[in-house]
């Protein structure tokens, strides 16, 4: 198989060294067969045989390819000539090629996928069970392929969209001061949507918000998140948003998950969290690249006057869970946080999955 | 489920008892009870049929041709007393885990890849489970990091979106790169 498309490329090949090379008399036209005589044309075709350019340090797959090109060339001439003659006077080729497979692939080659040319499925019948399945085994970014194969595709996938692949969201929460910004990206993509917003006693900045959410909005990424993610996300990403922006209402909420990229950032929040939503009891998902140094960050927590605080870190470095339980409980005790209001759970991720309540 | 009997009894000399099954392009192929049980399809009809089953005169099975059947036999042959497999999700992107493959389905999949359609709709309709989910996700395994286009070639699947359709898609999903 890989001979004959071999072939296919050379003859192509083989006709632009031709038309180099031939004078017209070489053509091998029904006029030029009828005025050659029988005897000179194998003397022709063998002095082409010689003439074929020897390649000192020619690989194995090169020396496939003069023997095709050659081989071709008699097969054109083959037509012109007459039948009984040709297979009197055809000489036999001298081929001797060894081929040793994978030994003079070029390096270029040798870690080509052919795995991508080998197959084609037809799908003949299609069956909307099947596909489904086929569905459920793709990420997302897979799907969004895939509402692009045809109507069908779509309109499959566009039903099914509950049941299918979350999009996998980032969401970090940057709080300054005064600003808070909030940010989403796909992982492991661009970041496509970040707008400010302050808390409601900045109206300069919650102007620049009510500009800035619709443009979140129109551009889908909140939409994508009310509809791509489970309820609990949307409503813990309503709990942040502020009340100001007139897009969104800020509910009562007795657990508010947040995740941040920078533990240091976390500060302002909970302070603006008890002005906003009047919470009693505060639950903190922290989700962060855990290092043994950020331990000493957690000092935020001793300004906390919650009746309780459940600390849930969620951290997507190999470290053993031991290790950062202990470093937590010491940076307490550092600080004087008492031991009846600690609840600590910690969760080792991988880069994907976060906590019950976290983000993705 | 192997050692059931057709009326629901435990009787493995039944499992070592043939059956002759008849495909749509009228094929018959003598199998054994054991064998054809791994189809839930053919153990209902089996258990259904009960003590009137007459083992000579053949399930028809209209739905399925001989050759891709030869093909489920060979499975059934070889996951006859395997365990049901467990199908499990990602509890938080929801995604289907991806099932581990032994040495024998690879290479079963190897061999087979230009039928791996016809398995999928053929394991769907004898209720294969093994069978029909690891078909789906050689499938997926196709498709996964594959552009549309190349997508739409190996399945000589015809684009019948128009370019405002495709506009339309990419304005509604900006997370969409495409």
Avoid at chain 1, 16 to 39: G, M
Avoid at chain 1, 114 to 137: A, Q
Avoid at chain 2, 6 to 35: C, H, Q
């Amino acid at each position: 198989m890989v001979r004959t498309r071999s072939a296919k490329i050379i003859s192509n090949n083989d006709s632009k060294c031709e038309s180099t090379q031939k004078t017209p008399n070489d053509i091998p036209t029904k006029q030029n067969a009828t005025k050659s005589t029988p005897q000179a044309q194998p003397i022709r075709r063998s002095s082409r045989i010689h003439n074929t350019p020897k390649l000192p340090n020619t690989s194995n797959s090169e020396i496939q390819i003069t023997e095709i090109l050659y081989l071709g060339t008699t097969r054109s001439r083959k037509r012109a000539l007459p039948k009984n003659e040709t297979k009197a006077k055809r000489p036999k080729l001298p081929v001797q090629i060894k081929v040793e497979p994978g030994s003079e692939i070029p390096d270029e080659y040798k870690n080509f996928n052919f795995d991508f040319f080998i197959e084609i499925l037809p799908l003949n019948t299609p069956n909307f069970g099947v596909i489904f399945e086929i569905f459920k085994f793709l990420t997302r970014t897979d799907l969004d392929k895939c509402q692009f194969v045809c109507k069908t595709w779509k309109n499959e996938i566009e039903k099914d969209v509950e049941n299918l692949a979350l999009r996998p969201i980032e969401i970090a929460i940057k709080p300054g001061l005064e600003t808070c910004n909030f940010v989403a990206k796909e992982r492991p993509g661009l970041w496509l949507a970040m707008y400010g917003f302050l808390n409601h006693e900045s109206k300069q900045v919650v102007e620049l918000n009510k500009e800035n959410m619709p443009k979140v909005m129109k551009m889908g990424c909140l939409v994508s998140l009310k509809m791509r993610l489970t309820p609990s996300y949307w409503e813990t990403l309503r709990g942040i948003l502020p009340k100001q922006n007139g897009q969104i209402a800020i509910e009562r909420v007795q657990n508010v998950s947040f995740t941040c990229s920078n533990i240091q950032n976390l500060r302002s929040i909970p302070t603006w969290f008890k002005k906003q939503a009047k919470i009693d009891e505060l639950s903190i998902t922290i989700a962060f690249n855990f290092y043994q140094d950020s331990i000493t960050d957690l000092n935020f927590l001793q300004k906390l006057d919650y009746t309780k605080i459940k600390l849930v870190i969620n951290t997507y470095v190999a470290a053993r869970e031991e290790i950062i339980t202990r470093s937590i409980h010491d940076a307490l005790d550092d600080l004087g946080c008492e031991e009846k209001y600690r609840d600590i759970e910690v969760n080792q991720f991988n880069w994907k999955v976060s906590g019950e309540d976290g983000f993705l | 489920m192997a050692t059931e009997s057709a009326n629901g009894v435990s009787s493995p000399e039944l499992n070592e008892r043939d059956v002759v099954i008849t495909t749509n392009d009228n094929r018959n192929f003598t199998v054994k009870i054991g064998v054809a049980r791994v189809s839930k399809t053919i153990n209902n009809m089996i258990q259904d049929l009960g003590e009137s089953l007459d083992l000579s005169s053949g399930i028809p099975l209209p739905n399925v041709d001989g050759p891709i059947f030869e093909k489920v036999l060979e499975w059934c042959e070889e996951h006859k007393n395997a365990p049901e497999i467990k199908v499990e999700q990602d509890p938080h992107t929801r995604e289907r885990k991806w099932f581990t493959m032994t040495e024998w389905e690879e290479e079963y999949f190897r061999k087979f890849l230009s039928h791996l359609w016809d398995l999928a709709m053929a394991a769907n309709y004898l209720e294969i489970p093994s069978l029909y989910y690891y078909t789906c996700q050689k499938l997926a395994e196709r498709i996964k990091g594959r552009t549309p286009e190349q997508i739409r070639e190996m399945f000589g699947i015809e684009d019948d979106l128009t370019e405002e359709e495709k506009a339309e898609i990419r304005r509604t999903n900006v997370w969409c790169t495409y």
